[in-house]
């Protein structure tokens, strides 16, 4: 079966820096995503890794290793509207989303 | 442009009753999608279309019915609803299978079955 991991909640302070962690096990891989999702509300895309490595995008980076089906996402300098959850999603050999349960990122001041 | 909208935002029904829900996109996709969101489970695919008056089953297409009569709109039928199909149902859209990475989302409907 298809199956992806992240942890449910972490928490964090304002200002440092956190990694969430995703591995995944699908049929296929046309690359991962990260999506953010703010409560009540769509989730929007934040990044897209294909090939091996690290993409920096501001204050968010994601990284992928193919080999070992894991991927995260790392954001710097946190910030309190950084509180949402963030959804890691793989798109299998048909090109569909498989998508993590998400994790609940909470800043504290 | 106004995106992706979807009608209507909240909704209560009673287990039994029917309802459409309609998602609608001005940026001429050829893809859409009707996802539901439950908590602590991930989106879950219901159905998708590849094209006006094309519909193809997702991952949980059991109990919905679609239809894509107008490449603008999909519309997400329950025809008996049960409690079980209480959850927020998301529609999206891309401009084609491979353009997954501009997949835009709707706001979501927030149904409750009672």
């Known amino acids: 079966g298809q199956n992806i991991d992240q942890p449910t909640e972490m928490t964090a302070t304002e200002g440092a820096i956190v990694q969430i962690n995703c591995t995944y096990q699908t049929s296929g891989f046309n690359g991962l995503f990260w999506y953010q999702q703010h409560a009540g509300e769509a989730p929007t895309f934040l990044s897209y890794n294909v090939l091996d490595g690290l993409e920096e995008k501001g204050r968010f980076s994601s990284f992928l290793s193919r080999s070992k089906g894991y991927s995260y996402l790392l954001l710097k300098e946190l910030q309190m509207k950084d509180s949402a959850s963030y959804l890691c999603?793989?798109?299998?050999?048909?090109?569909?989303?498989?998508w993590g349960a998400g994790t609940k990122l909470i800043i504290k001041p | 442009n106004a995106g992706v909208t979807q009608t209507p935002k909240f909704r209560v029904l009673k287990t039994g009753q029917s309802m459409t829900l309609l998602c609608a996109q001005d940026?001429?996709?050829?893809?859409m999608y009707w996802y539901r969101q439950d908590p602590g489970m991930g989106l879950r695919l219901i159905h998708y279309s590849v094209g006006e008056g094309t519909t193809a089953k997702g991952e949980v297409p059991d109990g919905y019915n679609v239809s894509r009569l107008k490449k603008q709109n999909f519309l997400l039928g329950l025809e008996s609803a049960a409690p079980s199909q209480t959850s927020v149902y998301f529609c999206?859209?891309?401009?084609?299978?491979?353009?997954?990475?501009?997949?835009?989302f709707g706001p979501g409907t927030r149904l409750t079955v009672l």
């Open positions: 999603a793989v798109a299998d050999s048909n090109y569909q989303l498989i």
């Open positions: 999206a859209s891309t401009p084609g299978r491979r353009d997954i990475d501009t997949q835009y």
């Open positions: 940026m001429n996709h050829e893809y």
